[in-house]
């Protein structure tokens, strides 16, 4: 059976391998546009292997063709080898899978040029051999593949930070298109809001990303001929924003660097039409002395070359690029408009969802289940605990539009906007005259104050009466939203965050709940758990593999265990924790924290503790996201952006247009 399978293996390999190419092609075209859409780890693992294989599967069979002999009847297999290498320059969507391929197009570059020498080598070898319209087709789809496996490497090129760097002064004296309001009320509409994302991109969002600030603040002066005045209300200005990233992320991990040039359009242009060509002189040649398995495959890569090739065109006319490109020229114009009527084009903004991960929502997990149970046996308790625990927000429009009007109102109160960039809640307790009291809470590292504030956040939320009030209940969800996205970052995206990683404090702090937990509050809920494995479909082949693998959301589950561990650390005297310390010094000063929170409530001296807590964790938020490094916010793009990223670019937009808050806009001026 094996040798039957070997033997099978060598006489077709060439022909399965050209059709598994084109197969991975077509799942890198369709995957890769989830990459910004925070995708499932199977879908990320499937496209991470379809990008791998996809290279390794065309290097492999260019080489194997180039080296081998084949009998008469399959001398059609050196016809493949510039089909290969058109499929080595891939997908427009997906050219660098991490911003590592943009550091190594070099060796990307070296790949091409021996890969290109061994296609033009099989060429010049089959020139003879396959007939005068065969060998003129084989000389078009080679001249197509070379060029789009050139265009890939040049855009990771294009793509790396230190060319954009090189290239800003350039992009920078382009002529840039402005929104204007259509209407006396100042509403601008997606259309108008996506041309001054991208008459801004390269002035603002990428000098930020590769240059300080004060820098973006120079280059943006000097290009401006006209002073011109915008305003945008919160939710056009964060769209906009969004756009911008969306924008970002097309330069630094697809093609759209290189796409949306002259030459870009005209390989688009072309390619169909010089693939329709050799087509038609391979259709002229006859189909005599080949193997019909042979021909199947040739018609198999003639026709996902052309719908590849065609898809690509349609792409590039329907991209918001083309359409800020076009300006005055109606032809490009009315060509965009048509391929946007039949929605080819792609006009998506950043998807906005948030991570949220509570740390008394996990304390008070049941630590016997089966699922967790065996991943503590073989080591992977904490990874378990990240990808179990974890949830994600997607409805976050109330909690932008707080964050928004706290930025403003920052702004509005302070000379510099040094106080977003270097404080994490100092501005809010002062306003509030709490400094003095709980300026240790938010001094020392970075990380402890953010453990600090999150369980005590949740305490008072479980115990104030602002927060029971049916007014409240906006306010009440960003604050929980906030502190359970920054705990989130700890956890899950300890890189989006500035300072050392405390995971010993972490630890500390999970261990120090737990055992709170154990002690005091969990007899009720080992009582149901018990009660519940005991249920008939407990064990099912159905119910149980939901059970384990079900994410268990921080914002809807446990709710009551979660307000009974927070009254127990209200009910534990100062004593009972300061006994042990040295073993959870984070647990204490949460504690410690909640505790004055609510003694402030109650004794009225703060009239709206709930927007002082908010203003604390906007204050972090906003900290958070300008110490973070631009490396990492560019990195990760790739698996959906965060918050703190929009966060980032709302505050290098706010430095250099002054926010109106009586107007609730942002004047860009």
Request: hydrophobic share 40%; glycine share 6%.
């Amino acid at each position: 059976m094996a040798r039957r399978l070997m033997d099978l293996w060598n006489e077709w390999e060439i022909q399965i391998l050209v059709l598994v190419s084109y197969t991975l092609q077509v799942i890198l075209v369709a995957l890769a546009r989830n990459r910004r859409l925070q995708a499932s780890a199977v879908r990320r693992l499937v496209l991470w292997l379809a990008y791998l294989l996809a290279d390794s599967t065309g290097l492999y069979a260019i080489g194997h063709i180039s080296l081998s002999s084949r009998l008469p009847e399959h001398r059609l297999v050196t016809f493949w080898a510039p089909f290969l290498l058109l499929n080595l320059g891939g997908p427009d969507n997906i050219t660098a899978y991490s911003l590592d391929d943009n550091r190594l197009w070099l060796r990307h570059m070296l790949t091409m040029v021996v890969q290109v020498l061994g296609a033009a080598y099989i060429v010049y070898r089959s020139a003879t051999a396959n007939g005068t319209f065969v060998f003129i087709a084989s000389l078009l789809m080679f001249t197509v593949g070379a060029v789009k496996y050139g265009e890939r490497t040049w855009a990771l090129k294009r793509a790396n930070l230190e060319s954009i760097r090189s290239s800003l002064n350039k992009a920078c004296g382009k002529e840039y298109c402005y929104a204007k309001p259509k209407s006396a009320k100042g509403k601008i509409d997606d259309e108008a809001l996506r041309m001054t994302a991208h008459s801004l991109f390269y002035t603002i969002c990428m000098q930020a990303l590769v240059s300080s600030s004060s820098a973006t603040k120079t280059g943006l002066s000097e290009d401006r001929v006209h002073v011109m005045r915008y305003s945008f209300v919160w939710r056009d200005m964060w769209k906009m924003v969004e756009m911008e990233l969306a924008l970002m992320y097309d330069i630094l991990y697809t093609k759209a660097a290189v796409i949306h040039t002259w030459s870009g359009y005209c390989i688009r242009g072309l390619s169909p039409l010089i693939i329709t060509t050799a087509f038609l002189l391979f259709q002229f040649s006859g189909e005599d002395g080949y193997n019909k398995m042979d021909v199947v495959v040739t018609y198999v890569s003639f026709c996902g070359a052309f719908i590849l090739e065609l898809s690509s065109l349609l792409g590039a006319m329907g991209s918001s690029w083309t359409r800020a490109r076009a300006g005055q020229r109606t032809w490009l114009l009315c060509l965009h408009r048509c391929v946007n009527y039949i929605k080819l084009g792609n006009h998506k903004r950043w998807p906005s969802t948030i991570g949220q991960y509570n740390l008394l929502h996990l304390s008070t997990r049941d630590t016997n289940e089966l699922g967790s149970g065996a991943a503590k046996k073989i080591g992977l308790e904490d990874w378990w605990n990240k990808q179990h625990n974890t949830g994600k927000l997607t409805s976050t429009a109330d909690v932008n539009k707080l964050v928004f009007k706290h930025i403003s109102r920052t702004l509005e109160n302070e000379d510099s906007l040094d106080v977003l960039r270097k404080e994490r809640g100092r501005v809010t307790l002062e306003r509030n005259g709490l400094y003095d009291d709980l300026h240790r809470t938010i001094e020392g590292e970075f990380h402890g104050g953010i453990i600090t504030w999150h369980i005590a956040t949740d305490v008072f939320l479980c115990k104030s009466k602002q927060a029971k009030g049916q007014d409240a209940t906006l306010i009440v969800n960003a604050v929980q939203t906030l502190s359970n996205y920054m705990m989130f970052l700890l956890v899950a995206r300890p890189y989006m965050l500035p300072g050392l990683v405390l995971q010993s404090l972490y630890e500390q702090t999970c261990n120090g709940l737990l055992d709170l937990w154990h002690q005091d509050g969990s007899t009720d809920t080992d009582c149901q758990a018990s009660s519940h494995s005991s249920h008939p479909n407990s064990w099912s082949l159905i119910y149980l593999p939901k059970k384990i693998f079900k994410a268990d959301d921080p914002n809807s589950s446990r709710l009551p265990e979660r307000e009974k561990l927070a009254q127990i650390l209200l009910n534990r005297n100062a004593g009972s924790l300061n006994d042990d310390t040295a073993r959870k010094p984070g647990l204490v000063l949460a504690a410690q924290l909640a505790d004055k929170l609510l003694a402030k409530e109650m004794e009225m001296d703060v009239p709206d503790m709930l927007d002082v807590i908010l203003g604390v964790w906007v204050e972090m938020l906003c900290y958070a996201a300008n110490r973070c490094s631009k490396d990492a916010h560019a990195r990760q793009l790739n698996s959906g952006g965060e918050l703190t990223t929009i966060v980032w670019l709302l505050t290098e937009h706010a430095a250099l247009f002054p926010v109106d808050e009586s107007r609730n806009c942002a004047l860009i001026e």
